[in-house]
T-cell receptor, first 112, second 111 residues
Framework: DGGITQSPKYLFRKEGQNVTLSCEQN?????MYWYRQDPGQGLRLIYYSQIVNDFQKGDIAEGYSVSREKKESFPLTVTSAQKNPTAFYLC???????????FGDGTRLSIL | QKEVEQDPGPLSVPEGAIVSLNCTYSNSAFQYFMWYRQYSRKGPELLMYTYSSGNKEDGRFTAQVDKSSKYISLFIRDSQPSDSATYLCAMSNTGGFKTIFGAGTRLFVKA
């Protein structure tokens, strides 16, 4: 079955620690995205990538970093510079930019 | 003015009711109009999408787009308790990178 796999499902971060969230897709989609979802708020775009080895900042990129070395993979690192990292993180992909996106089941990040 | 407006609800209906969910938007360049369903602690699931204008039907679900009014709707017929979820509308334009999401409407269908 084609889809998007995010891992881990739950993640805890200590102060000063960087953590990496995994996102893998087997839909053969070119574009991939990372969103943050906070209670009562809509989805906010962190980073997006339209092709391998290229990515762009979204609306709230500060304190986050990404890489896109393979078409199938788009990991997100939450750095210690992100002072309020507790949120539900969602990865998505689409055939190309602007087309309907498909989502993974998210990673919930909390602070220890 | 927000690019998309969606009533957060909650909307509570009895089982079997017809549900109407709506969004208004401001950018006339949008071409894709999507509806997502999100259960608690899960990612949004793409329910339906329409390209340009018009209606689309899939089982109990009907999506409508009125570009002249910048208004989109999702109708759910014969609603079931399993339809209880948050429904997000979304819009984008071809070749763009940004999809605009509504904040979501929380729906409760009572048995």
């Amino acid at each position: 079955d084609g889809g998007i796999t995010q891992s881990p499902k739950y993640l805890f971060r200590k102060e000063g620690q960087n953590v990496t969230l995994s996102c893998e897709q087997n839909l053969n989609h070119d574009a991939m995205y990372w969103y943050r979802q906070d209670p009562g708020q809509g989805l906010r775009l962190i980073y997006y990538s339209q092709i391998v080895n290229d990515f762009q900042k979204g609306d709230i990129a500060e304190g986050y970093s990404v890489s896109r070395e393979k078409k199938e993979s788009f990991p997100l690192t939450v750095t210690s510079a992100q002072k309020n990292p507790t949120a539900f993180y969602l990865c998505a992909s689409s055939l190309s930019g602007g087309e309907p996106q498909h989502f993974g089941d998210g990673t919930r990040l909390s602070i220890l | 003015q927000k690019e998309v407006e969606q009533d957060p609800g909650p909307l509570s209906v009895p089982e079997g009711a017809i549900v109407s969910l709506n969004c208004t938007y401001s950018n006339s360049a949008f071409q894709y109009f999507m509806w997502y369903r999100q259960y608690s602690r899960k990612g949004p699931e793409l329910l339906m999408y329409t390209y340009s204008s018009g209606n689309k039907e899939d089982g109990r679900f009907t999506a409508q787009v009125d570009k002249s009014s910048k208004y989109i709707s999702l109708f759910i017929r014969d609603s079931q308790p399993s339809d209880s979820a948050t429904y997000l509308c979304a819009m984008s334009n071809t070749g763009g990178f940004k999809t605009i999401f509504g904040a979501g409407t929380r729906l409760f269908v009572k048995a």
